[in-house]
C-alpha cells in the first residue's frame, strides 16, 4: 500500500487543522490504519487508528476528545481532523497501514506501510 500524507502546517493554539492521507494499492481499502506523530529527539507514538471498514476508531488519551480519525473508502482517504490544538501536538504526523485486517491497532510494530509525513506546528 503507498500512502501520501498531507495537510500539515502552521496553526495558533486552539485552532484546527484537517489532515488527509490518500491511499492507493489494490487491497488498500482492506487495510486498518492509524496516525503517529514524532517531536523532535522523541519516539515515534501513536495518535488514532481505524478499522478497515471504519466501523471500529480508537484515541490515544491525550487527543481524546480533541482529534477524529476516519476514512472514506470510495476516495480512498484517510483523515485526521484535529481541534483545539496545543503547543505540545507540534510534530510530524505520519500516516500508516496494515494488513491485520481485524480491529484496531496502536503499536508501531503492527504497522506495514508509512506516508512520508507531515508537519504541523501549533504557536503559542
Known amino acids: 500500500v503507498q500512502l501520501q500524507a498531507s495537510g500539515g502546517g502552521l496553526v495558533q493554539a486552539g485552532g484546527s487543522l484537517r489532515l488527509s492521507c490518500a491511499y492507493s494499492?489494490?487491497?488498500?481499502?482492506?487495510?486498518?490504519m492509524g496516525w503517529f506523530r514524532q517531536a523532535p529527539g522523541k519516539e515515534r507514538e501513536f495518535v488514532a487508528a481505524?478499522?478497515?471498514?471504519?466501523?471500529?476508531?480508537y484515541h490515544a488519551e491525550s487527543v481524546k476528545g480533541r482529534f477524529t480519525i476516519s476514512r472514506d473508502n470510495a476516495k480512498k482517504t484517510l483523515y485526521l481532523q484535529m481541534n483545539n490544538l496545543k503547543p505540545e501536538d507540534t510534530a510530524v504526523y505520519y500516516c500508516?497501514?496494515?494488513?491485520?485486517?481485524?480491529?484496531?491497532?496502536?503499536?508501531?510494530?503492527?504497522?506495514?506501510?508509512w506516508g512520508q509525513g507531515t508537519q504541523v506546528t501549533v504557536s503559542s
Open positions: 500508516a497501514g496494515t494488513g491485520r485486517r481485524v480491529g484496531v491497532f496502536y503499536l508501531v510494530e503492527e504497522y506495514d506501510d
Open positions: 494499492g489494490r487491497t488498500a481499502s482492506k487495510y486498518a
Open positions: 481505524i478499522s478497515y471498514s471504519g466501523d471500529s476508531t
